[in-house]
């Protein structure tokens, strides 16, 4: 007779371990996506290794990039940049410091400097042209090769013909002694960015392209071109984004994760593969929670 009641307790208990042992594993597997990831930011895509919020992308271009108030931002120790464009079979971009003189305006700015475990770099084609400079800069210094004194100089003239140059305290036309043209094939390359106050500089200007037009400052483009690192694409990402979902990373070890857009997270794509994709399986998972959990305050309550 002992044998008898025993039994259903028995099996009573072993689906109570079941159902409460099962949801939990499955928890394990599937993240409640917190933010969700937009393939824009304004009209800019974005693309991994990028991502519009924290958790999308990848997790080491996530500290400098986000979609912040419609805008696509850079950020640095040193500022907030806004992203102007990015191309993504060239692996480079265009950021616009707000601080940065320009042929129509000119003010006094501070510096410009990436991080060095960034995985970014200024690309050489870049013209950085240091404004306003004190005479006693060490850029003048005679054996510090820091200026390009052959084609450059069209560059400070060019600026300096600007009536932004009055935003510095200098009148148009002013004589060019007090300009620099950083020409990084002569001084081994731009390491880590600009540090005005030490150089003694009032403000810099950075030239991507002259617009078609040298002769004309008005029609240059201003600002940084900078390359990213494009090596952390993999198989895993192209899988996620095959299945119609982002590549992001979530949890303290910042794993890999698809964000897929029904919601839910994923450790490989949104196709189904493995691990339960839709709300639903959320639902189910507090069903069984809560079903275990009845039947085990009954046993409980019988005893």
């Not at 499955?26 to 991502?51: D, E, R, W």
């Not at 078609?212 to 940084?224: A, F, Q, T």
């Not at 984004?241 to 897929?260: P, T």
């Amino acid at each position: 007779m002992m044998l008898l009641n025993t039994i259903p307790i028995l099996l009573t208990h072993n689906i109570i371990i079941l159902l409460l042992i099962h949801p939990l594993h499955a928890i394990q597997s599937i993240i409640p996506l917190n933010n969700t990831c937009h393939n824009t930011c304004s009209k800019i895509p974005v693309k991994f290794p990028f991502g519009s919020s924290f958790g999308c992308g990848h997790p080491i271009f996530s500290r400098y990039i986000k979609c912040a108030s419609g805008t696509l931002q850079f950020s640095t120790a040193a500022g907030i940049y806004t992203i102007s464009s990015i191309d993504y079979s060239t692996k480079s971009l265009i950021i616009t410091d707000p601080l940065m003189s320009t042929c129509s305006s000119m003010q006094n700015s501070g510096s410009f400097t990436l991080d060095r475990a960034s995985p970014f770099t200024i690309m050489e084609n870049n013209i950085f042209a240091l404004v306003g400079c004190s005479r006693t800069s060490p850029v003048f210094e005679r054996d510090a090769g820091f200026c390009d004194t052959g084609s450059g100089l069209n560059v400070c003239r060019g600026l300096y013909s600007c009536r932004g140059v009055e935003g510095i305290g200098l009148e148009p036309n002013a004589p060019i002694s007090t300009c620099c043209v950083y020409d990084p094939t002569i001084s081994g390359g731009l390491e880590s960015g600009l540090a005005l106050p030490k150089l003694q500089c009032s403000s810099y200007s950075a030239i991507y392209g002259f617009g078609g037009d040298e002769g004309d400052p008005m029609k240059w483009e201003y600002g940084i071109s900078l390359q990213f690192n494009g090596s952390y694409y993999s198989d895993a990402c192209k899988n996620c984004e095959d299945s119609g979902g982002f590549c992001g990373f979530s949890g303290l070890d910042e794993a890999f994760s698809c964000k897929c857009q029904n919601g839910v997270n994923t450790t490989s794509n949104c196709y189904g593969r493995g691990y339960a994709l839709s709300g639903s399986w959320r639902h189910k998972i507090q069903t069984c929670l809560t079903i275990g959990g009845f039947l085990l305050s009954l046993i409980v309550a019988f005893f």
